[in-house]
């Protein structure tokens, strides 16, 4: 069975993002991630486009998913190329384009609470 290399799309749009400052006592950390699986043969080069509600987007974040492989884009990890993270205790939305086809997934784990919570959805994709 022959694989289809264009399987996903190039642009994402995750409107429900939120990074909290506050984590419980214990192994966990509350955290976000971008899931990417590329199942190209090419590189995909990714820029991740930050929306509040009350200021200007963020369109520094950039990130690789190699040929063939996934990449967990952990999002209190990530910095930009001025050392800067992802603002935390903000409600945000965010756009992921790539030069190739991928696919997308969101996931959050709040631990704010001692009922932690895991949270994951697919990302919308746009073409």
């Known amino acids: 069975m022959s694989t289809n290399k264009a399987l996903g799309s190039r642009i994402w749009l995750i409107p429900d993002c939120y990074y909290p400052s506050t984590s419980s006592p214990g192994h966990y950390v509350s955290h976000e991630a971008i899931c990417v ?5 090419k590189d995909a080069h990714l820029k991740l486009t930050l929306y509040f509600e009350d200021r200007d987007p963020i369109r520094s974040f950039k990130a690789v998913c190699k040929a063939e492989r996934t990449n967990h ?9 001025n050392g800067n993270s992802i603002p935390q ?6 756009m992921v384009e790539s030069d190739q086809p991928v696919v997308v997934q969101y996931s959050r784990l709040d631990t704010t ?3 932690m919570s895991l949270m994951t959805t697919m990302a919308h994709p746009m073409g």
């Open 89 to 94: 205790d903000v409600p945000y939305a965010v």
């Open 113 to 115: 609470q001692a009922e």
């Open 37 to 41: 699986l590329n199942v190209g043969d």
């Open 73 to 81: 884009i952990r999002l209190d990890k990530i910095r930009d190329e």
